[in-house]
């Protein structure tokens, strides 16, 4: 049995095969679409000797039959924040093992035989059924997935009268070589003639001799698309040749991407199925007893358990299967992009209730005390994206609001770039904890981690691509300090920064990402950075309004003389977390923080500040604010044993807590002298414990310089985007 497999590239080396661009032949690929023309002869004939071979079923009457084993996955995943960098969570997995038969005319069985799943967070996920078995002849003429209720009835791009629906463009040949043997393969991109009309957009890798599909990627208009809270489909099939003639199943994925169509919270549902097919037995005798089963069958569920899988299935689930995006998913989106207009593929103009997270609809802070806000977004049939959200704070009583203008973006939510305005309260510096944590920390103990400025602006933001990781921002702005509005339940606020009432032009540049390891033993990891440069006019602390200085840091309250202060100043602030797991669901845990600020007049808003759950545990939130610093974490994680929680049809919680134990040390330069900061080394040391699928955690820390006992509760990081 020989496999040959292709590999999507100009040129690859698989072992004694070789796959390469025809240059040799001298030919230049015809880049003009199906119309009859002469030029597009060799095209025309090409494309409709796949169309008869589809009609016919398979046009070489030497396969009577094949059997084949199929080893799949199938993952629901959720993404949370905005934008898709942030590898999602795992929230539940299955692996499963089919058995595949097919013989003439057409007939086919397949027989689910073992099924194993984990649930990693509590959620009650069912899959259609369809995305249990593979995908036979290359999909039928008229596709459907999802049992339907995804795409139901679409045109396929070979289907008998294809060429009055699509246009195809014929791109670059590869040569295969084989011992004895050169097969030429053609790459057919296809479009819809009709944009509007459900239909599908892709690419075929055509046998250039058989005419057989090698390989076939495929989106789907908007119109095409039943359920409107997708936000992407993608389909790749991909077919090996089996004994040097056949080309059948080799490799299958699917990636459905589903939001809400009511209210626009930046988090969305990831379904990756992935099915790898082997094990070929062909023009054998099919037996009586499969030849009577369904066309898709399960084994009972007791044999379906006892069916042996190796390791884990969270330790065996492929990594590709955990990215946000593979590399298939990111070419079909740019050949769609690039076959009709972006509107089309993008959602249809709606008016939608948006928030960036929950605290942009109640949170309770040290400057708001309780706000209320809400956001909507409405998207017109033009192409534009209007945005408008705002929020009130009961204690300072000072609305806050922010309208935007952008074009409806290709592929998700976030547009490329857009126009706004603002008047806002800005965090400065990383996040220490969650946004609902922080509002339950402030109501009941007075512990409020954020660090406000007010920030009125003008400017244009977006990201460099759709896919990118990276965002940017350009805005006049003026900065003002906030006072000490809200009350809590028990305790004392801590005062704000006081910032300097300056304005000018700032720029900035965010990224957030991370990684999974090919192996389970692999490290793994996220990332956030942060860089901002600025110029900026205006005065020092002491002419801030009394109410404000008052509220802030005492610091601020020591005499400093009345001076112009003309600021050019750049700031460079991120953290890294890299997760290194050890036998027996152990782990260590490297986590690094830090940032630098260089310039003159320094107002405070500009320095980097450590103090808090995340950069000085045991120490006061914001007690560092100084011109560098960079604060290292180390932490080793040990499951203990614990009682299981059962949660119904949300699963089982884990029989086993982790125990956290850690220390850190904050390593600052000095501060200003309107916010001195002594230079130096503090560390400190505590211990956590994660419980509830490692969702929760608590911290109890002690600062060892100057410090004090500090307990501290949160959700997971991947989480806070949402929160």
Request: contains cysteine; charged residues 20%.
């Amino acid at each position: 049995m020989a496999w040959l497999v292709l590999a999507v590239a100009p040129v690859a080396q698989l072992g004694s095969q070789t796959v390469s661009t025809d240059s040799a032949t001298g030919e230049r690929p015809s880049r003009r679409g199906l119309e009859g023309s002469p030029a597009d002869t060799a095209l025309d004939s090409l494309l409709q000797r796949a169309i008869d071979r589809r009609q016919r079923q398979l046009a070489d009457s030497t396969l009577l039959s094949y059997q084949a084993e199929a080893h799949g996955f199938l993952a629901f995943l959720a993404q949370l924040g905005e934008g898709t960098i942030i590898p999602p969570r795992v929230v539940q997995s299955e692996e499963l093992a089919l058995t595949v038969a097919w013989w003439q005319p057409g007939r086919s069985a397949q027989r689910l035989v073992g099924r194993r799943d984990t649930t990693l967070l509590p959620a009650a996920v069912a899959y259609y059924r369809d995305r249990y078995g593979v995908v036979l002849d290359n999909l039928p003429d008229r596709i459907r997935l999802g049992d339907g209720q995804d795409v139901r009835d679409v045109p396929h791009p070979l289907a008998p009268g294809a060429s009055t629906l699509y246009r195809f463009t014929r791109g670059a040949p590869l040569r295969i070589r084989i011992p004895g043997r050169e097969i030429v393969v053609d790459e057919v991109t296809f479009r819809p003639r009709d944009a509007t009309q459900p239909a599908a957009i892709g690419s075929v890798y055509l046998d250039r001799e058989t005419a057989a599909v090698v390989r076939l990627s495929m989106t789907f208009t908007r119109a095409a698309i039943r359920d409107q809270r997708i936000e992407t489909l993608v389909v790749t099939l991909e077919n090996g040749l089996v004994r040097e003639r056949y080309w059948l199943p080799r490799r299958q994925e699917v990636e459905v991407s589903r939001g809400s169509t009511w209210f626009d919270l930046p988090a969305r549902g990831i379904v990756r199925g992935r099915w790898e097919i082997s094990g070929y037995a062909v023009n054998e005798r099919i037996p009586p007893v499969v030849q009577q089963q369904p066309r898709w069958s399960s084994a009972p569920r007791d044999s379906l358990r006892a069916y042996r899988f190796e390791g884990r299935v969270v330790d065996v689930l492929p990594p590709e299967i955990q990215l946000a995006s593979s590399e298939e998913v990111v070419r079909a989106r740019v050949q769609a992009e690039a076959a009709v207009r972006a509107a089309l593929l993008t959602r249809p103009a709606t008016a939608t209730v948006t928030g960036r997270g929950v605290s942009d609809l109640v949170r309770v802070t040290r400057a708001e005390g309780l706000a209320l806000g809400v956001g909507a977004s409405h998207r017109s049939r033009a192409g534009v994206v209007v945005s408008a959200r705002a929020r009130y704070g009961f204690a300072d009583r000072v609305p806050k609001w922010h309208l935007s203008l952008a074009p409806v973006p290709a592929f998700g939510r976030v547009p490329t770039v857009r126009l706004f305005v603002e008047d806002e309260y800005r965090d400065v510096g990383m996040p220490e904890r969650a946004g609902i944590t922080n509002s339950l920390g402030s109501l009941l103990f007075a512990s409020d981690l954020s660090n406000p400025v007010r920030t009125t602006a003008i400017g244009l933001e977006g990201r460099l691509s759709p896919r990118s990781p990276f965002t940017w921002r350009v805005a006049l702005e003026r900065d003002r300090g906030v006072p000490v509005a809200g009350w809590s339940l028990r305790g004392t606020f801590q005062p704000t920064i006081a910032a300097y009432p300056v304005e000018g032009v700032r720029s900035e540049w965010r990224g957030s990402g991370g990684w999974v390891g090919d192996t389970p033993s692999a490290a793994r990891g996220i990332w956030t950075v942060a860089g901002s440069a600025g110029w900026y006019r205006g005065t020092t602390a002491q002419s801030i309004p009394p109410d404000v200085r008052n509220a802030c840091n005492p610091c601020a309250l020591s005499p400093v003389p009345v001076r112009a202060v003309r600021p050019l100043v750049a700031r460079m602030e991120g953290l890294a977390q890299v997760t290194k797991p050890l036998t027996g669901d152990r782990a260590v845990v490297l986590q690094m923080q830090g940032g630098l600020v260089a310039g003159r007049d320094l107002p405070p808003q500009w320095l980097v500040y450590a103090g808090g759950a995340q950069s000085a545990p045991g120490y006061l939130p914001q007690q560092f604010g100084s011109r560098a610093l960079v604060a290292p974490r180390l932490e080793f994680r040990q499951p203990v044993p614990a009682p299981a929680i059962p949660l119904r049809r949300f699963g089982t919680a884990p029989p086993h807590v982790t125990l956290v134990p850690f220390v850190q040390v904050v390593a600052t330069a000095s501060g200003t002298a309107d916010r001195p900061t002594a230079a130096g080394l503090y560390p400190s040391a505590g211990a956590g414990l994660l419980f509830f699928f490692d969702l929760l955690r608590v911290d109890v820390a002690r600062g060892l310089r100057d410090g004090r006992w500090r307990l501290n509760l949160d959700i997971d990081r991947s989480f806070w985007g949402m929160l």
